[in-house]
T-cell receptor, first 118, second 111 residues
Framework: DVKVTQSSRYLVKRTGEKVFLECVQD?????MFWYRQDPGLGLRLIYF???????EKGDIPEGYSVSREKKERFSLILESASTNQTSMYLC?????????????????FGAGSRLTVL | GENVEQHPSTLSVQEGDSAVIKCTYS??????FPWYKQELGKRPQLIID?????GEKKDQRIAVTLNKTAKHFSLHITETQPEDSAVYFC??????????FGEGTQLTVNP
């Protein structure tokens, strides 16, 4: 029962290409996140969204943009891919509602998208 | 913003021993502290969490302690097993719904 789905597990792109990473969740969560995972650096937040058409910058937004046209879908866009954007990208979602005992704020992650930029 | 530091970056223990991973955070307003486990090739999954109104929480062989005064929290795994080998991430929730993660700890349990 996959709940957060990332459209591509592996992508190889050229420098300068535009890249779209898609994420869909079926849990009716308000919050969606894009993280980047690199060895020794943990999970770094790129962008997040509290609601449809809302977006907030995370810790490393430079070179990225996002789109949330529907509640269940959150897209990460690399306008002009660069080699330093080679990484594993993780999408996640969470809900604020229900209080501590119901799992509020618990992140459910997608399987990840490994992007290589040549 | 919030800053979370995690130590050690790697930890190797013998099966049956205990393992302890420590994290510090900077934002005194943070009120939720989860721990995620990521096995090789898999997505991170929540294993235990603690909220700022309690000091300790246990779930079988794992426990988390929180010291709000010192702004640090720790994960304790007792009677470690090879299947505990993974990368563990701590995190802190500060403003809104935003989680800030530590750098991760690679735990290896040797049979």
């Amino acid at each position: 029962d996959v709940k957060v789905t990332q459209s591509s597990r592996y992508l190889v792109k050229r420098t300068g290409e535009k890249v779209f990473l898609e994420c869909v969740q079926d849990m009716d969560h308000e919050n969606m996140f894009w993280y980047r995972q690199d060895p020794g650096l943990g999970l770094r937040l790129i962008y997040f969204s509290y609601d449809v058409k809302m977006k907030e910058k995370g810790d490393i937004p430079e070179g990225y943009s996002v789109s949330r046209e529907k509640k269940e879908r959150f897209s990460l866009i690399l306008e002009s891919a660069s080699t330093n954007q080679t990484s594993m990208y993780l999408c996640a979602s969470s809900s604020d509602t229900g209080g501590p005992l119901s799992g509020a704020n618990v992140l459910t992650f997608g399987a990840g998208s490994r992007l290589t930029v040549l | 913003g919030e800053n979370v530091e995690q130590h050690p970056s790697t930890l190797s223990v013998q099966e049956g021993d205990s393992a302890v991973i420590k994290c510090t955070y900077s934002d005194s307003a943070s009120n939720y502290f989860p721990w995620y486990k990521q096995e090789l090739g898999k997505r991170p999954q929540l294993i235990i969490d603690i909220r700022s109104n309690v000091g300790e929480k246990k779930d079988q062989r794992i426990a988390v302690t929180l010291n709000k005064t010192a702004k640090h929290f720790s994960l304790h795994i007792t009677e470690t097993q090879p299947e505990d080998s993974a990368v563990y991430f701590c995190a802190a929730l500060s403003s809104g719904s935003r989680l800030t993660f530590g750098e991760g700890t690679q735990l290896t349990v040797n049979p």
